[in-house]
């Protein structure tokens, strides 16, 4: 998620816009953008997995036509707390920097909150340090550090962000 | 899968013809499936899934697809079987017609199979590493080439040891995929005999190299002894190359051996055997000049990436043969280690095991926590810190050999004839001595894992502590005139409860402090974290005087000392010098908390908001483990803020803690004159503290008025007391 100073697409901030997932039609969209960066192998069925059980928790981000970011989420019950978790989350090169990737986790985010969520976990490369910073702004704690959890020997960060209570209508 | 494999004709559309086929057996034929697999894709439209009873859209995320090679292990790359391998020639016997190159192959083989090795013990599969070597899968076709056979032998063998050392470990930590053998062929016949086997082919060669050395000095006629090779001018050189790494072998094997043997009985043995293998793995590295000049051929690429010391590319390995072995893991092409860093990987295991064999198996308790915390900092890898594990606990006894309660006995400073008595048989006690042995398991894993297993076990220790003193409560509630043996019951309770608090806040300090080695704390959390390790400290620094008050109390009443001169009344009231080290250590800690508050308070730019939560829920879920434990009591969010939300650059201008800390450091320095690690620690204690001093002054001076003023943290003298950086951009 660092930003790069080369080849680097002009664009206007108001220009970028965001979609929640809305049908079948995204979903290449989506893969494409995954499988390109990412390393991880997914088959479709993982992609269907997300956006069929959670659509509202999906976004992409569009600039002039082109998907150019994807955030891609499920929540549930996991040992008595319903809790979010964020799968994947991508933005092509050109256009990072540039707060796509912020904005896209948190609409997810504000989605998992409103739909009752009390906390929202997802694991990051120890080594990964703009999604940290990304995650930490929006105040995720770096819970438990998970030793080569990655099949290239790297450490992971698990991340959680914990909601503060509903606050009471007096 | 008997057959030859089948070679295809070329088909009538005129494709190519395929590659030899996997081949039918007697009860399987093969039936196009094609047809079929139309049909089912025109049955459904995109979007639709088939839904079963047990097929649902999660289980279907464990779908794979099939010739995708990023997620199909069962592709076939270049052959479908290891007897397609051998057939192709991929693992000939003898390697070479000429036995010069024969040799030279060999010991190619012998330096990838030890860079595979180190690959291996760094945490990829055993499948993927050592045995991707055709010639170990199967072991016999190399019996008559004897050098290979007895190599691959020792090998086998030792893989096995090691295996079998870290499973008994029993861990449980990430690196479950190191024991991961099925399907591999782990246990050899006669793998008993390999050392008898290796002593021969070595003495064989030592014959050779003094026939070549006897024959060029003319000294004597050489023995009626075939040479090692034919090229006369390389004979010497190959016979030492091949001599230090069957040395090395035989002593690395000797020092798993021994390291087994019960009650740290073989650990002297060991250390020759290590200081053995250092010095033949010194010769390895120093044969490498030799291997690379002695063909006309230089090899291409980076001599520091080859994973062989000629730089050649060995004969007879195959990464992908196993790759059905490998499952779990998805098939990916892993980076065996360069030969050079295989090397530096065994000379660093070697000093591993070599501080664990010096290792004086001290049955105090205090001092092995203090070893294995010590040992821990040089990042030992899972073999040596699994061998340290089983040496400290065998047979559910410490080092084998001493019964848990005895050992908590002598940590609760109780008399000698104490662990004997019968309370030990008490439900409580018996379960602490299962969380004491417990405790000295975790402590020899990796720092991850270690500090989730901490986190978890306060829980354990404050149960069994509520457990004691409620047993102690029943028995001796209001005790006035109690019996000799109800008095020294009674002693043993109050001794152990106050020795599980000291030990309970031990561990929570350990909690902490691990994060930083972990880096889990951002900055922004740093004042947190550290007021909760000032509170920790206070309660660990008050159960640790008591203790040696009541220690001192006990060594009195064991008759050392009949008077109290004036010197023992002075010493008496002096605070003990560990105790002081503890001070040192609060001084630090409520200094930077005190530092980052007032940072926090004055300057904006420290105290970012988050848009989802706040400073609250970040203090829950750091403290959450020690919280639910009562770890230390009183202690919880708005007591955090309230010590922490009136600190100001004014306030933090009236006293300078890190002062005190570098007078305690001074002073105390002295009376650690023979324990040279926390002489070194106060030394870096005294920089922290000296730096952070007069980090604090520019602060208090400018801060307020400078705002090109940035202040950072680093760990550049002490692992978790920062040193703060002043710096006007």
């Known amino acids: 998620m660092e930003a790069k100073p080369e080849e680097k697409a002009e664009i206007e901030e108001p220009e970028i816009e965001y979609v929640s997932y809305g049908g079948e039609h995204h979903l290449p969209l989506i893969m494409n953008l995954v499988d390109q960066e990412l390393s991880e192998p997914y088959s479709i069925f993982t992609y269907r997995y997300f956006v069929y059980l959670w659509p509202q928790l999906s976004f992409l981000a569009f600039h002039k036509g082109k998907c150019v970011g994807t955030v891609v989420c499920k929540m549930g019950e996991h040992r008595n707390t319903f809790r979010g978790y964020t799968a994947m989350l991508v933005v092509i090169k050109p256009y990072r920097g540039r707060g796509i990737a912020t904005e896209l986790v948190t609409r997810s985010i504000r989605m998992m909150m409103e739909s009752g969520c009390e906390e929202v976990t997802l694991e990051a490369e120890v080594t990964n340090k703009g999604a940290l910073a990304l995650y930490g702004r929006l105040g995720f704690i770096r819970a438990k550090r998970l030793f080569h959890y990655y099949l290239n020997g790297v450490d992971a960060f698990r991340l959680k962000l914990l909601f503060p209570p509903p606050r009471q209508v007096l | ?729």
């Not at chain 2, 609060?586 to 005190?594: D, N, P, Q, R, S």
């Not at chain 2, 305690?664 to 620690?681: C, T, W």
Request: with cysteine; proline share 5%; aromatic share 10%.
């Open chain 2, 1 to 729: 899968m008997a057959d030859k494999p089948v070679y295809e004709e070329a088909s009538i559309d005129g494709q190519p013809p395929k590659l030899a086929s996997i081949p039918a057996s007697d009860t399987t034929v093969w039936a196009d499936a094609s047809p079929l697999l139309q049909a089912a894709c025109a049955g459904l439209r995109d979007g639709e899934l088939i839904h079963g009873d047990n097929f649902n859209l999660f289980a279907a995320m464990s779908a794979l697809e099939i010739m995708d090679p990023k997620m199909d292990s069962g592709i076939v790359c270049t052959y479908y079987s290891i007897d397609e391998a051998i057939e192709n020639g991929a693992a000939p016997i003898p390697i070479s017609l000429d036995s010069t190159i024969d040799v030279r192959c060999t010991i190619d083989i012998m330096d990838h199979l030890l860079a595979c090795e180190a690959a291996w013990h760094k945490g990829h599969s055993l499948a993927q590493t050592v045995f991707s070597c055709i010639y170990l899968l199967r072991l016999d076709r190399t019996a008559p080439h004897a050098l290979l056979h007895s190599y691959c032998r020792i090998i086998r063998a030792t893989c096995k040891a090691v295996v079998s050392v870290v499973s008994d470990a029993r861990t449980h930590e990430e690196e479950d995929l190191f024991t991961m053998t099925y399907g591999l062929p782990l246990n050899g016949d006669g793998d008993d005999k390999c050392l008898s086997i290796l002593n021969a082919v070595e003495e064989t060669i030592s014959r050779q190299l003094r026939a070549c050395k006897a024959t060029s000095s003319k000294r004597r006629l050489p023995e009626d002894l075939e040479p090692l090779q034919s090229n006369p001018n390389l004979e010497e050189g190959f016979c030492k190359a091949l001599l230090c790494r069957l040395r090395f072998r035989k002593h690395f094997f000797h020092v798993l051996s021994c390291m087994k043997r019960p009650q740290g009985r073989g650990l002297e043995s060991a250390r020759k055997h290590i200081a053995s293998c250092l010095t033949e793995l010194e010769s390895i590295l120093k044969s490498a000049d030799f291997l690379r000049s002695c063909f006309d051929e230089s090899c291409e690429g980076d001599i520091d990436d080859k994973t062989t010391a000629s730089g050649f590319e060995p004969i007879g390995f195959d990464a992908m043969l196993n790759s059905r072995l490998s499952a779990p893991t998805p098939p990916r092409a892993i980076k065996i280690l360069s030969w050079k860093k295989a090397v530096e990987y065994f000379v660093k295991l070697l000093h591993d095991l070599d501080v664990i064999c010096s290792y004086s198996l001290d049955p105090h308790l205090e001092s092995l926590l203090r070893f294995v915390v010590q040992f821990q900092k040089s990042q030992p890898d899972l073999v040596a810190r699994s061998h340290l594990q089983l040496l400290l606990v065998q047979d559910g006894k410490l080092y084998g050999r001493d019964p848990f309660f005895a050992v908590i006995n002598k940590a609760a400073a109780l008399p000698e004839a104490t662990k004997n008595h019968d309370i030990q048989k008490n439900e409580s006690f018996l379960q602490l001595g299962m969380l004491v042995m417990n405790l000295l398991k975790i402590l020899c894993t990796n720092a991850a894992w270690q500090r989730r297993k901490l986190g978890k076990f306060l829980q354990d220790w404050r149960v069994i502590y509520v457990q004691l003193e409620l047993a102690f409560r029943n028995e001796y509630g209001e005790v006035s005139s109690s019996s000799n043996d109800e008095n020294k019951c009674m002693k043993i309770f109050q001794h152990i409860l106050l020795w599980v608090e000291e030990q309970t806040y031990w561990i929570a300090f350990r909690f902490l402090i691990l994060g930083f080695e972990l880096e889990l704390y951002s900055t922004g959390e740093y004042c947190m974290v550290y007021w909760y390790l000032y509170a920790v400290l206070i309660k660990l620094t008050e159960k640790t005087h008591l203790m040696m008050a009541v220690s001192h109390d006990t060594a009195k009443r064991k008759g050392k000392k009949k008077k109290d001169s004036p010197k023992d009344l002075a010493r008496e009231s002096r605070i003990p010098p560990a105790v002081l080290f503890l001070q040192c250590y609060i001084c630090l800690a409520e200094g930077l908390t005190m530092m980052l508050a007032a940072l926090r308070n004055e300057i904006p730019v420290f105290h970012s908001p988050s848009p989802f939560n706040t400073e609250h829920e970040k203090f829950v879920q750091h403290f959450e483990l020690l919280q639910r434990a009562c770890i230390p009591d009183h202690v919880s969010y708005p007591s955090y803020k309230e010590s922490t939300t009136h600190a100001r650059f004014s306030t933090l201008a009236m006293y300078n803690y890190f002062k005190d800390a570098q007078r305690i450091a001074k002073e105390v320095k002295s009376s650690f004159s023979n324990d040279p690690e926390r002489l070194a620690e106060l030394r870096k204690l005294e920089q922290v503290a000296e730096h952070n001093s007069v980090a604090q002054n520019v602060i208090c001076r400018l801060g307020a008025l400078d705002p090109s003023l940035k202040v950072s943290f680093e760990f550049s003298h002490h692992p978790f007391f920062a040193t703060v950086v002043v710096k006007r951009s």
